[in-house]
C-alpha cells in the first residue's frame, strides 16, 4: 500500500497533473513553479489539447457521416447549371469524402499537427519576442509556459465538444467570424479565416502567456503582455492563410467538396 502510494505520487510529481487546473485559476503562483522547473514539463497539457482536438473532431464527423447517411448534401448554388456529366463527377467526389479517412483520420491528423506544430512555432516566436523586449528566461521556460498556457484552447474544444453532442449540429460560425463583413473579394474571405480564430478564449491565452512571460522573463507585464501580443498577431495572421487558401481551392468545381 505505501509502495502503491508512493508510486503515485512520483507520478503525480512527474505529470504535474495538479497544475492542470491551478493554472487556470491561480495562474501567477502556478508558473512561478512551470518556470522554475529545469526540465521539460509540457507532455502533459499538449496531451490534454490532443485529446480535447480528437474529441472535436471526433464529434464533427459522426455529425458529418450521419447527414451523409441521410443524404443531407449542400450544393452549390450553380449546381442546375451543371452539366449531368458534372453533376455526377461532384456527387462522386462528395460521396468520397463522406468516408473514414476524410471524416476522422485527416482532420484528426491536421489537429493533433496543428497542436504540436503550432506549440513549437508559438513558443519559438514568443521566446524571440519576450528576448527582444529584454527577457531572462531561457527557451525551455518558455516552451513549458507556452504549453501550460494552451490550455483554454483544451476547455473551448471541450464546450464545442459538448455542444455539438447535445445539439446534433455543427457550429457554423466559430470565434467572431459572424461579424465578418459581407461579400466575396479576398479581404472578405481572408478576413472569415481570421475572425474565426478570435475568441474569448484566445484571449485568455493570451493573458495567460502575458503573465507566464512576465514571471519567468522577469519583464513588467506591460512588455510581456507586447511581446505576447507582437506575436499572436503574426501567428494569428499566417494561421488565416490556411482557411484562405482552401476557400482559394474551394472555388473550383470539384475540389470544393474535399474542403
Known sequence: MAEAALETNRRQRRWKTEWLWNVLIHPRET??????QREGVWLAPLLV???????????????RQAAAAMGEVTLPPDFQYYSPEQQAQYMQAIEATSGPVFLFV???LARLAQVWVGWLAVGGFVHLALTTLGGRGEIGMTMNLVAWAGLPLALRDLVRTIFMQNSDRL???????????AGEGHLALYLVGLLTLIDLYLIWHIALLAIGGSVGSKLSMGRALTGVL????????LQALIPYGLGQLGGAKFIQPFF
Request: neutral net charge; glycine residues 10%; charged residues 0%.
Open 31 to 36: 508558473f512561478a513553479q512551470i518556470t522554475a
Open 171 to 181: 457550429i457554423q460560425s466559430p470565434g467572431l467570424s459572424g461579424f465578418a463583413p
Open 106 to 108: 485527416l482532420p484528426g
Open 49 to 63: 489539447l490532443s485529446l480535447t482536438a480528437l474529441l472535436t473532431v471526433w464529434s464533427s464527423g459522426t455529425i
Open 230 to 237: 507582437i506575436t499572436m498577431l503574426v501567428v494569428l495572421a
